[in-house]
T-cell receptor, first 112, second 112 residues
């Protein structure tokens, strides 16, 4: 069966510090991978998606970047965090366009 | 641009009341439609999905949704809610590309 792992679960970082959130999928190959941010009252905002190794599409220009160094690994990064980067970040994967997503457990990021 | 609107931000119902959560999308082509649910402290889970066929879709836990193409809507319904249905509900649309757009979410509170 397929599983998705996302870590860390919670993170408190100072403004200006770097960020690296990791997401890995097991039990499948060539998944579509996604990073979403969930902000209170604003629902789920798509940040990045990837359909293959090294292929990243960015939806919202901002202080974050994503990379896919391996088929089942998706990393969300920032060189210098801003207060506005605080939020709940969700990784998700799916196989084909008609299937729903499977979400990771999320990372609660607080920038102080 | 493709968008998803959930007009009810917070709905409060008593147990046994009927539920209908609105979802409208703006895309003229073929769409795949989803409802996700996030119970307090839990992951996002797929509630139901529509991609073709009968526009009335049955999901888990007694939920159903009806796709009305002419109205660009995919409203979620349940005849009789329970306290355990308290959660946040997200409508999502995939329009054949590789990403999925989510609505802002509707928080449902069911009073026992």
């Amino acid at each position: 069966s397929q599983t998705i792992h996302q870590w860390p679960a919670t993170l408190v970082q100072p403004v200006g510090s770097p960020l690296s959130l990791e997401c890995t999928v097991e039990g499948t190959s060539n998944p579509n991978l996604y990073w979403y941010r969930q902000a209170a009252g604003r629902g789920l905002q798509l940040l990045f998606y990837s359909v293959g190794i090294g292929q990243i599409s960015s939806e919202v220009p901002q202080n974050l970047s994503a990379s896919r160094p391996q088929d089942r690994q998706f990393i969300l990064s920032s060189k210098k965090l801003l207060l506005s980067d605080s939020g709940f970040y969700l990784c998700a994967w799916r196989r084909t366009g008609i299937e729903g997503y499977t979400f990771g457990s999320g990372t609660r990021l607080t920038v102080v | 641009a493709q968008s998803v609107s959930q007009h009810n931000h917070h709905v409060i119902l008593s147990e046994a009341a009927s539920l209908e959560l609105g979802c409208n999308y703006s895309y003229g082509g073929t769409v795949n439609l989803f409802w996700y649910v996030q119970y307090p402290g839990q992951h996002l889970q797929l509630l139901l999905k529509y991609f073709s066929g009968d526009p009335l879709v049955k999901g888990i836990k007694g939920f159903e949704a009806e796709f009305i193409k002419s109205k660009f809507s995919f409203n979620l319904r349940k005849p009789s809610v329970q306290w355990s249905d308290t959660a946040e509900y997200f409508c999502a649309v995939n329009a054949g590309n590789n990403d999925m757009r989510f609505g802002a979410g509707t928080r449902l509170t069911v009073k026992p």
